[in-house]
Protein backbone atom coordinates (compact mmCIF):
# COMPACT_ATOMS: atom_id res chain seq x y z
CA UNK A 1 0.00 0.00 0.00
CA UNK A 2 1.46 3.22 -0.71
CA UNK A 3 -0.52 5.00 1.89
CA UNK A 4 0.52 4.69 5.86
CA UNK A 5 -0.54 6.17 8.91
CA UNK A 6 1.61 6.64 11.96
CA UNK A 7 0.73 8.05 15.42
CA UNK A 8 2.69 11.43 16.54
CA UNK A 9 5.73 10.92 18.60
CA UNK A 10 8.04 12.73 20.58
CA UNK A 11 11.75 12.09 20.97
CA UNK A 12 13.91 14.59 23.44
CA UNK A 13 17.43 15.17 22.67
CA UNK A 14 18.16 16.81 25.87
CA UNK A 15 20.06 19.92 26.19
CA UNK A 16 22.13 20.96 22.98
CA UNK A 17 25.63 20.01 23.29
CA UNK A 18 28.43 22.35 24.58
CA UNK A 19 31.29 20.78 22.53
CA UNK A 20 31.48 21.68 18.65
CA UNK A 21 31.45 17.83 17.23
CA UNK A 22 28.42 16.60 18.78
CA UNK A 23 26.55 20.02 17.92
CA UNK A 24 28.06 20.18 14.67
CA UNK A 25 26.37 16.73 14.71
CA UNK A 26 23.13 17.41 16.03
CA UNK A 27 22.92 19.96 13.12
CA UNK A 28 23.06 18.16 10.49
CA UNK A 29 20.97 16.17 11.63
CA UNK A 30 18.46 18.75 11.64
CA UNK A 31 19.30 19.96 8.56
CA UNK A 32 18.64 16.57 6.87
CA UNK A 33 15.58 15.94 8.63
CA UNK A 34 13.87 18.96 6.09
CA UNK A 35 15.28 16.98 2.89
CA UNK A 36 14.85 13.51 4.02
CA UNK A 37 18.72 12.83 3.44
CA UNK A 38 19.57 11.60 6.87
CA UNK A 39 20.93 8.10 5.03
CA UNK A 40 23.97 10.80 3.40
CA UNK A 41 25.25 11.52 7.47
CA UNK A 42 28.78 9.85 7.81
CA UNK A 43 31.13 9.41 10.65
CA UNK A 44 32.76 12.96 9.19
CA UNK A 45 29.78 14.72 6.68
CA UNK A 46 28.63 16.85 9.88
CA UNK A 47 31.56 19.43 9.36
CA UNK A 48 31.11 19.92 5.42
CA UNK A 49 27.55 20.24 5.74
CA UNK A 50 27.20 22.99 8.58
CA UNK A 51 29.73 25.11 7.06
CA UNK A 52 27.97 24.58 3.83
CA UNK A 53 24.86 26.02 5.54
CA UNK A 54 26.54 28.54 7.18
CA UNK A 55 28.56 29.76 3.70
CA UNK A 56 24.59 29.83 2.08
CA UNK A 57 23.56 31.41 5.07
CA UNK A 58 21.20 29.02 6.01
CA UNK A 59 21.81 30.20 9.10
CA UNK A 60 18.25 28.94 10.60
CA UNK A 61 19.54 25.52 11.22
CA UNK A 62 22.34 26.59 13.12
CA UNK A 63 19.58 27.83 16.27
CA UNK A 64 19.84 24.13 16.93
CA UNK A 65 22.42 24.96 19.52
CA UNK A 66 23.58 26.96 22.48
CA UNK A 67 27.48 28.30 23.72
CA UNK A 68 27.06 29.25 27.46
CA UNK A 69 30.11 31.24 27.93
CA UNK A 70 31.22 32.93 31.76
CA UNK A 71 33.17 36.07 31.26
CA UNK A 72 35.30 37.20 33.84
CA UNK A 73 38.01 39.75 34.72
CA UNK A 74 41.39 37.67 34.89
CA UNK A 75 43.90 39.66 37.18
CA UNK A 76 46.65 37.77 35.33
CA UNK A 77 46.70 38.70 32.30
CA UNK A 78 49.18 41.02 30.59
CA UNK A 79 47.44 43.14 27.49
CA UNK A 80 49.83 45.65 26.32
CA UNK A 81 47.87 49.07 25.73
CA UNK A 82 45.83 49.35 28.72
CA UNK A 83 43.10 47.44 27.34
CA UNK A 84 40.20 47.48 29.83
CA UNK A 85 38.54 43.82 30.75
CA UNK A 86 35.12 43.14 29.06
CA UNK A 87 31.84 43.78 30.91
CA UNK A 88 28.43 43.55 31.25
CA UNK A 89 27.67 46.89 30.46
CA UNK A 90 29.82 46.54 27.33
CA UNK A 91 27.83 43.81 26.17
CA UNK A 92 24.11 45.20 27.16
CA UNK A 93 25.45 49.20 25.91
CA UNK A 94 27.06 47.79 22.55
CA UNK A 95 24.22 45.41 21.60
CA UNK A 96 20.16 46.76 22.58
CA UNK A 97 19.09 45.41 19.49
CA UNK A 98 20.37 42.09 19.59
CA UNK A 99 19.40 41.11 23.38
CA UNK A 100 16.85 39.17 23.09
CA UNK A 101 18.66 36.96 21.32
CA UNK A 102 20.77 36.12 24.09
CA UNK A 103 20.10 35.30 28.11
CA UNK A 104 22.82 37.48 29.63
CA UNK A 105 23.28 37.64 33.72
CA UNK A 106 25.35 39.63 35.64
CA UNK A 107 27.22 37.03 37.98
CA UNK A 108 29.99 37.67 40.51
CA UNK A 109 28.84 40.95 42.63
CA UNK A 110 28.84 42.34 38.50
CA UNK A 111 32.51 41.59 38.12
CA UNK A 112 31.63 38.71 35.92
CA UNK A 113 28.62 37.59 33.26
CA UNK A 114 27.39 34.71 32.20
CA UNK A 115 25.83 34.87 27.78
CA UNK A 116 24.04 32.70 26.18
CA UNK A 117 23.67 32.28 22.49
CA UNK A 118 22.79 29.75 19.95
CA UNK A 119 25.44 29.55 16.64
CA UNK A 120 23.38 31.92 14.75
CA UNK A 121 23.10 34.48 18.16
CA UNK A 122 26.78 34.40 18.25
CA UNK A 123 27.62 34.60 14.90
CA UNK A 124 25.26 37.32 14.06
CA UNK A 125 26.51 39.64 17.17
CA UNK A 126 30.11 39.29 16.64
CA UNK A 127 29.35 41.05 12.95
CA UNK A 128 27.47 43.84 15.27
CA UNK A 129 30.12 43.85 17.66
CA UNK A 130 33.24 44.48 14.70
CA UNK A 131 32.80 48.42 15.00
CA UNK A 132 34.18 47.62 19.44
CA UNK A 133 37.37 46.04 19.03
CA UNK A 134 38.69 44.59 21.81
CA UNK A 135 34.78 43.19 22.82
CA UNK A 136 34.86 41.59 19.52
CA UNK A 137 38.35 40.28 19.48
CA UNK A 138 37.68 38.95 23.38
CA UNK A 139 35.01 37.47 22.49
CA UNK A 140 35.67 35.64 19.15
CA UNK A 141 39.22 34.85 20.45
CA UNK A 142 37.28 32.53 23.61
CA UNK A 143 34.43 31.20 21.09
CA UNK A 144 37.57 29.92 18.62
CA UNK A 145 38.63 28.29 21.99
CA UNK A 146 35.81 25.88 22.18
CA UNK A 147 34.23 26.18 18.69
CA UNK A 148 36.92 26.19 16.17
CA UNK A 149 35.13 25.36 12.92
CA UNK A 150 32.45 28.19 13.38
CA UNK A 151 34.51 30.65 14.73
CA UNK A 152 37.62 30.17 13.07
CA UNK A 153 40.04 33.00 14.78
CA UNK A 154 41.34 36.04 12.70
CA UNK A 155 44.72 36.33 14.17
CA UNK A 156 44.21 39.65 14.86
CA UNK A 157 42.74 41.18 18.12
CA UNK A 158 44.56 40.64 21.27
CA UNK A 159 42.05 39.60 23.69
CA UNK A 160 41.28 41.63 27.08
CA UNK A 161 42.46 41.28 30.32
CA UNK A 162 39.54 39.02 30.35
CA UNK A 163 38.64 35.54 31.02
CA UNK A 164 35.87 32.76 29.35
CA UNK A 165 35.25 29.92 30.38
CA UNK A 166 32.60 27.19 29.04
CA UNK A 167 29.35 26.32 30.83
CA UNK A 168 28.61 22.73 30.08
CA UNK A 169 25.46 20.99 30.23
CA UNK A 170 24.95 19.91 33.22
CA UNK A 171 26.22 23.07 35.03
CA UNK A 172 23.47 24.76 33.26
CA UNK A 173 21.07 22.42 34.20
CA UNK A 174 21.77 23.24 37.95
CA UNK A 175 21.61 26.86 37.70
CA UNK A 176 18.18 26.87 35.63
CA UNK A 177 16.84 24.31 38.77
CA UNK A 178 18.46 25.98 41.31
CA UNK A 179 17.08 29.59 39.70
CA UNK A 180 14.67 29.85 36.74
CA UNK A 181 15.98 32.88 36.30
CA UNK A 182 19.30 31.53 34.98
CA UNK A 183 17.27 30.43 31.67
CA UNK A 184 20.47 29.10 29.92
CA UNK A 185 20.64 25.52 28.50
CA UNK A 186 18.73 24.86 25.01
CA UNK A 187 16.42 21.78 25.00
CA UNK A 188 15.99 20.10 21.71
CA UNK A 189 12.68 17.95 20.64
CA UNK A 190 11.38 16.29 17.80
CA UNK A 191 8.16 16.11 17.07
CA UNK A 192 6.71 13.56 14.65
CA UNK A 193 3.01 14.96 13.83
CA UNK A 194 0.71 16.22 10.98
CA UNK A 195 1.53 19.48 9.06
CA UNK A 196 -1.56 20.97 10.37
CA UNK A 197 -0.22 20.40 13.82
CA UNK A 198 3.60 21.78 12.83
CA UNK A 199 1.74 24.63 11.83
CA UNK A 200 0.40 25.36 15.04
CA UNK A 201 3.95 24.78 16.31
CA UNK A 202 5.77 27.47 14.46
CA UNK A 203 4.11 30.12 15.50
CA UNK A 204 5.92 30.14 18.92
CA UNK A 205 7.94 32.57 18.02
CA UNK A 206 10.98 32.10 20.37
CA UNK A 207 11.27 28.71 19.36
CA UNK A 208 13.77 27.78 16.37
CA UNK A 209 12.62 24.99 14.04
CA UNK A 210 14.04 23.23 11.31
CA UNK A 211 11.03 20.77 9.23
CA UNK A 212 10.39 18.51 6.59
CA UNK A 213 10.57 20.05 3.72
CA UNK A 214 7.18 19.16 0.89
CA UNK A 215 8.98 21.42 -1.46
CA UNK A 216 11.82 19.17 -1.78
CA UNK A 217 10.99 15.99 -0.48
CA UNK A 218 9.46 13.69 -3.66
CA UNK A 219 6.90 11.23 -2.21
CA UNK A 220 6.64 9.16 -5.39
CA UNK A 221 8.87 6.66 -4.05
CA UNK A 222 8.69 6.94 -0.39
CA UNK A 223 4.84 6.83 -0.49
CA UNK A 224 2.48 9.13 1.55
CA UNK A 225 2.75 8.99 5.38
CA UNK A 226 -0.41 10.67 7.42
CA UNK A 227 -0.72 10.65 10.60
CA UNK A 228 -3.61 9.08 12.41
CA UNK A 229 -6.46 10.91 13.20
CA UNK A 230 -7.86 10.39 17.07
CA UNK A 231 -10.93 8.88 15.22
CA UNK A 232 -8.93 5.90 14.23
CA UNK A 233 -7.26 5.20 17.56
CA UNK A 234 -9.45 1.45 17.94
CA UNK A 235 -9.18 0.32 14.36
CA UNK A 236 -5.12 0.87 14.66
CA UNK A 237 -2.46 -2.16 14.99
CA UNK A 238 0.38 -0.23 16.47
CA UNK A 239 2.45 -3.10 16.36
CA UNK A 240 2.12 -3.69 12.67
CA UNK A 241 1.52 0.08 12.00
CA UNK A 242 -1.48 -1.01 10.26
CA UNK A 243 -5.21 -0.39 10.22
CA UNK A 244 -7.84 -2.89 10.57
CA UNK A 245 -8.12 -4.64 7.01
CA UNK A 246 -12.36 -5.25 8.07
CA UNK A 247 -12.51 -1.78 9.46
CA UNK A 248 -15.08 0.26 7.71
CA UNK A 249 -14.53 3.53 8.90
CA UNK A 250 -11.04 3.00 8.43
CA UNK A 251 -11.57 1.94 5.20
CA UNK A 252 -12.68 5.05 4.40
CA UNK A 253 -9.86 6.66 5.23
CA UNK A 254 -7.52 4.48 3.28
CA UNK A 255 -9.37 5.18 -0.05
CA UNK A 256 -9.52 9.12 0.42
CA UNK A 257 -5.77 8.83 1.29
CA UNK A 258 -4.66 6.99 -2.03
CA UNK A 259 -7.16 8.97 -3.72
CA UNK A 260 -5.28 12.32 -2.87
CA UNK A 261 -1.83 10.65 -3.15
CA UNK A 262 -2.61 9.46 -6.42
CA UNK A 263 -3.43 12.77 -7.79
CA UNK A 264 -0.64 13.99 -6.40
CA UNK A 265 1.79 11.42 -8.10
CA UNK A 266 -0.72 12.49 -11.49
CA UNK A 267 0.68 15.71 -11.08
CA UNK A 268 4.42 14.49 -10.83
CA UNK A 269 3.94 12.42 -13.80
CA UNK A 270 3.00 15.48 -16.13
CA UNK A 271 6.06 17.53 -15.17
CA UNK A 272 5.29 19.21 -12.39
CA UNK A 273 7.60 19.62 -9.21
CA UNK A 274 7.34 18.05 -6.06
CA UNK A 275 7.01 21.77 -4.79
CA UNK A 276 4.20 22.05 -6.88
CA UNK A 277 2.34 18.81 -6.94
CA UNK A 278 2.32 18.83 -2.89
CA UNK A 279 -0.69 21.41 -3.44
CA UNK A 280 -2.77 18.30 -2.94
CA UNK A 281 -1.12 16.89 -0.14
CA UNK A 282 -3.39 16.92 3.28
CA UNK A 283 -3.02 18.81 6.45
CA UNK A 284 -2.78 15.23 7.82
CA UNK A 285 0.32 14.45 5.89
CA UNK A 286 3.17 13.11 9.05
CA UNK A 287 6.02 15.94 8.72
CA UNK A 288 9.11 15.81 11.37
CA UNK A 289 10.15 18.76 12.88
CA UNK A 290 13.35 19.68 15.44
CA UNK A 291 12.05 22.07 17.85
CA UNK A 292 14.76 23.95 20.09
CA UNK A 293 13.76 26.67 22.89
CA UNK A 294 14.85 27.72 26.58
CA UNK A 295 12.73 26.45 29.29
CA UNK A 296 10.97 29.62 29.38
CA UNK A 297 9.76 29.19 25.58
CA UNK A 298 8.41 25.28 26.62
CA UNK A 299 7.15 26.35 29.64
CA UNK A 300 4.88 28.84 27.86
CA UNK A 301 4.19 26.29 25.34
CA UNK A 302 3.15 23.42 27.89
CA UNK A 303 0.74 26.12 29.58
CA UNK A 304 -1.26 27.10 26.42
CA UNK A 305 -1.24 23.28 24.31
CA UNK A 306 -1.61 20.87 27.31
CA UNK A 307 -5.16 22.56 27.77
CA UNK A 308 -8.65 21.40 26.58
CA UNK A 309 -8.77 24.27 24.32
CA UNK A 310 -5.81 23.19 22.34
CA UNK A 311 -6.22 20.60 19.61
CA UNK A 312 -5.43 16.59 20.39
CA UNK A 313 -2.64 16.12 18.51
CA UNK A 314 -0.37 19.49 19.78
CA UNK A 315 -1.78 18.39 23.00
CA UNK A 316 -0.57 14.97 23.22
CA UNK A 317 3.39 16.67 22.00
CA UNK A 318 3.02 19.26 25.05
CA UNK A 319 1.70 16.47 27.19
CA UNK A 320 5.44 14.43 26.14
CA UNK A 321 7.16 17.79 26.57
CA UNK A 322 5.72 18.78 29.77
CA UNK A 323 6.89 14.64 31.13
CA UNK A 324 10.09 15.13 29.99
CA UNK A 325 10.49 18.16 32.38
CA UNK A 326 8.96 16.83 35.34
CA UNK A 327 11.55 13.78 34.82
CA UNK A 328 13.81 16.68 35.23
CA UNK A 329 12.21 18.19 38.07
CA UNK A 330 11.11 21.62 36.48
CA UNK A 331 7.54 21.63 36.88
CA UNK A 332 5.22 24.35 35.31
C1 LIG B 1 -6.19 27.41 22.09
C2 LIG B 1 -5.51 28.22 21.03
C3 LIG B 1 -6.23 28.74 19.98
C4 LIG B 1 -5.62 29.51 18.99
N1 LIG B 1 -6.35 30.02 17.96
C5 LIG B 1 -5.75 30.79 17.02
C6 LIG B 1 -6.49 31.37 15.95
O1 LIG B 1 -7.69 31.18 15.84
N2 LIG B 1 -5.84 32.12 15.03
C7 LIG B 1 -4.49 32.34 15.12
O2 LIG B 1 -3.94 33.07 14.26
N3 LIG B 1 -3.76 31.82 16.12
C8 LIG B 1 -4.34 31.05 17.07
N4 LIG B 1 -3.60 30.51 18.06
C9 LIG B 1 -2.16 30.76 18.09
C10 LIG B 1 -1.79 31.88 19.08
O3 LIG B 1 -2.37 33.09 18.70
C11 LIG B 1 -0.27 32.05 19.16
O4 LIG B 1 0.24 32.43 17.90
C12 LIG B 1 0.45 30.81 19.61
O5 LIG B 1 -0.21 30.18 20.66
C13 LIG B 1 1.86 31.19 20.08
O6 LIG B 1 1.75 31.86 21.32
P1 LIG B 1 2.63 33.10 21.72
O7 LIG B 1 2.58 34.19 20.69
O8 LIG B 1 2.20 33.49 23.10
O9 LIG B 1 4.09 32.39 21.82
P2 LIG B 1 5.52 32.87 21.29
O10 LIG B 1 5.46 33.33 19.89
O11 LIG B 1 6.45 31.71 21.58
O12 LIG B 1 5.86 34.05 22.23
C14 LIG B 1 6.33 33.81 23.57
C15 LIG B 1 6.54 35.14 24.24
O13 LIG B 1 7.50 35.89 23.49
C16 LIG B 1 7.11 37.27 23.46
N5 LIG B 1 6.98 37.67 22.05
C17 LIG B 1 7.31 36.89 20.96
N6 LIG B 1 7.18 37.60 19.84
C18 LIG B 1 6.74 38.83 20.19
C19 LIG B 1 6.43 40.00 19.47
N7 LIG B 1 6.54 40.06 18.12
N8 LIG B 1 6.02 41.10 20.16
C20 LIG B 1 5.92 41.07 21.51
N9 LIG B 1 6.19 39.99 22.26
C21 LIG B 1 6.61 38.87 21.61
C22 LIG B 1 5.85 37.39 24.28
O14 LIG B 1 6.26 37.74 25.59
C23 LIG B 1 5.29 35.99 24.29
O15 LIG B 1 4.58 35.72 25.49
C24 LIG B 1 -4.21 29.76 19.06
C25 LIG B 1 -3.49 29.22 20.14
C26 LIG B 1 -4.11 28.46 21.11
C27 LIG B 1 -3.29 27.89 22.25
Not at 10 to 33: H, K, M, N, Q
Not at 90 to 118: C, K, T, Y
Not at 124 to 132: A, H, I
Not at 204 to 209: E, G, M
Request: proline residues 5%; glycine residues 6%; hydrophobic residues 40%.
Amino acid sequence: MSVRFVKSSVSSYGLAPCDESRALRLIELCGRTAYKSEEKITEDSAKKFVLMLKARGHLSVLEHSNIVLKVEKDPAAQVPGGTEPVTFADISDALPDRLGFHRIFPVDSGSGFLMAGNFRAWIETLDSLKRLEHVHGFLLWSLNRFFPVLFPADGQAAPAPSRASLVEEEEQLELLKTDPYFDLPVFVFRFVCDRGVTHEVVRHRVFSFTQESTRYVNYQNKGMVLILPEELYNSYDAAKGELAPDDLLAGEWAKRAEVLFHWYREDLARGLRPEIARDILPNLLKSEIFVSGRWSGWKHFILLRDSSQAHPRIRFLAKEVRKYFANLGLEC
